[in-house]
């Protein structure tokens, strides 16, 4: 695997299963002369997912694999990141859990962003679960990808205050918000 500094921006896949929003915020970054990364393959696990979309409207090349068996799909997608010379992947709500050995492939150069504080709230539902615990603070996090689902080392992290109006929703918008900065900011952090 290539170093992930240089002048030349480092070729990257978004992994996606749902809206998109973190995508979309991702391409555009992904434009400004000072980001680091340029995002050249789309990849769902889903044809539902909307942030296809984002794939036709930014010229993007984009490919949906059937993770019926995960094996297959990632010995498919290992094929095609290679050929498209993919050296960095962010997962923006991709809902599959990769296998250890397809994130050796990529060791340190796969990152992830989830709507909590981690360690606290791994896995779904994460605001219902922050509310219902009386949690004072939400967030989210960007951290590296290993096995184990949303354990991997923290690059940044960004917090809000819970009000007692709150409920999942309005959370959930509130920390999107935070996601679509602190995403750029996670990716400026590690190539710098
Ligand atoms: C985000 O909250 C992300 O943290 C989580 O799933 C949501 C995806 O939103 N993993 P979007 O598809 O980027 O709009």
Redesign the pocket.
């Given at each position: 695997m290539e170093k992930l500094t240089g002048l030349k921006k480092t070729k990257t896949a978004v992994f996606?299963s749902?809206?998109?929003?973190?995508?979309k915020n991702l391409i555009k970054f992904s434009k400004i002369k000072e980001a680091p990364i340029s995002i050249d393959l789309i990849i769902s696990n889903t044809s539902l997912a909307k942030?296809l979309r984002f794939a036709d409207s930014f010229k993007i090349k984009k490919k949906v694999f059937d993770f019926g068996n995960l094996k297959i799909a990632e010995k498919k997608i290992y094929s095609l990141l290679k050929k498209e010379r993919i050296n960095f992947i962010c997962l923006?709500?991709f809902m599959k859990v990769l296998s250890e050995e397809f994130i050796k492939k990529f060791d340190g150069k796969i990152i992830n962003?989830?709507?909590s504080l981690l360690p606290r709230h791994k896995g779904l539902n994460t605001h219902s679960r922050a509310i219902k615990k009386k949690d004072r603070f939400a967030g989210?996090t960007v951290h590296y990808v290993t096995a184990t689902l949303d354990s991997g080392k923290k690059i940044l992290q960004s917090k809000i205050k819970i009000s007692v109006k709150d409920n999942p929703d309005t959370l959930?918008k509130k920390?999107?918000k935070l996601?679509h900065k602190l995403y750029p900011a996670a990716i400026m952090k590690i190539f710098s």
């Open positions: 996606i749902g809206t998109g929003s973190n995508l942030g923006a709500g962003i989830h709507p989210c959930a920390v999107l996601e």
